[in-house]
Structure formats: structure tokens, C-alpha cells
């Protein structure tokens, strides 16, 4: 072996022996499957419950406005023949007025709905982070992982807290 190469295996075994010890600290891991989470948690469940009768009734108010515009063009149909040149145009142009009314509503809602959601999923992330956080600090974990992450494989069962955390939030939340 030459001097160089003894130079840079022997500091670097000593190195790998000396790190040994790092290794051999505790390390608590963590894992949160938030899928699991959102499934059953009371609290996550009440919030999807609101969203979802906030979309319902924005469904319900576009569906009124579709009706309304089919009667509408019912009527145009059913009238256009017996209307006189310049009342049929009046007629087309209500009725244009109302599609265009109706597309604005329908995209309206739709941006309202996604607004809605955006802000129920920032907040309850904001808050599951700081019961997940208080987990870890009180029981010495450290570090936890979401089950669903890229390159998670596999989870062996014992170090899934899920269930834990699911408590600790809907506690928070009551």
C-alpha cells in the first residue's frame, strides 16, 4: 500500500469507527398516514361536512339559474315565431345576457368552492403540524414522516402514530 492510500484509508477507518457511536444515539421515527387521518378523524370529518353542504347549496343556486335559463329559451322557442322582428331581437339578447350571466355564475362558484377548500386544507395542515409537532416534542421523537411520501416503502406498524395524533387533533378541535 502506498503512503498516499494509507493516508486516506486509516483516517477515514478511524473516522467510520469514531461515527459509530452517532449512530448508536436513540432515534425515535415517527410515521402519520394522513389518509388514515382524514378517514377518521371527527374533527377533519366535520370540516368536509361543512364544505360539503357549502357546495351543495352553490349547486343548488347554479341549478336555480340553469332552470331559469332553460324556461327562458323554452320560451324564446315557442314565442319567436309569432314575435315581430325587433321583439325576437330583444328576446336573443335577454337571453345571451343570461348565458353570459350564467357561465360568469358557474365559474364564480366553482373559484369559490376551490377558494373554500384551499383554506379548510391550509388550516387544517397548519394545525395538524402543531399537534404532530407537540407529539413529538413531548415524547422525544426525532423525526416524523407521512406515510405517503415518495420513496416510502414500507412502515413496520409499531412506529405508526397515527392514531395518536388523530386524538390529540380532534382534542384541540373541540
Known amino acids: 500500500m502506498t503512503g498516499f492510500a494509507k493516508g486516506i484509508i486509516v483516517p477515514l477507518t478511524l473516522l467510520g469507527l469514531l461515527a459509530g457511536p452517532v449512530w448508536a444515539a436513540d432515534i425515535k421515527v415517527g410515521v402519520v398516514d394522513v389518509n388514515e387521518f ?3 378523524s371527527t374533527t377533519f370529518q366535520e370540516i368536509r361536512g361543512q364544505l360539503k353542504t357549502k357546495f351543495q347549496a352553490l349547486q343548488q343556486k347554479l341549478e336555480q ?3 331559469a335559463l332553460m324556461k327562458l329559451e323554452e320560451d324564446f322557442r315557442k314565442q319567436s315565431m309569432m314575435l315581430s322582428l325587433g321583439a ?3 328576446k336573443r339578447n335577454e ?5 353570459r350571466y350564467y357561465k360568469y355564475l358557474a365559474e364564480d362558484l366553482s373559484e369559490q368552492m376551490k377558494d373554500a377548500e384551499r383554506d379548510a386544507t391550509r388550516r387544517v395542515l397548519q394545525e395538524l403540524e402543531g399537534v404532530v409537532e407537540k407529539i413529538a416534542e413531548e415524547a422525544g ?3 416524523i414522516l407521512e406515510r405517503n411520501s415518495p420513496g416510502m416503502i414500507y412502515v ?3 412506529i405508526n402514530i397515527t392514531d395518536r395524533v388523530i386524538q390529540a387533533y380532534d382534542r384541540a378541535n373541540q
Open 38 to 40: 382524514q378517514e377518521k
Open 65 to 67: 339559474e340553469r332552470q
Open 88 to 90: 325576437r331581437d330583444d
Open 95 to 99: 337571453l345571451e345576457k343570461k348565458r
Open 141 to 143: 421523537f426525532t423525526l
Open 156 to 158: 413496520d406498524d409499531a
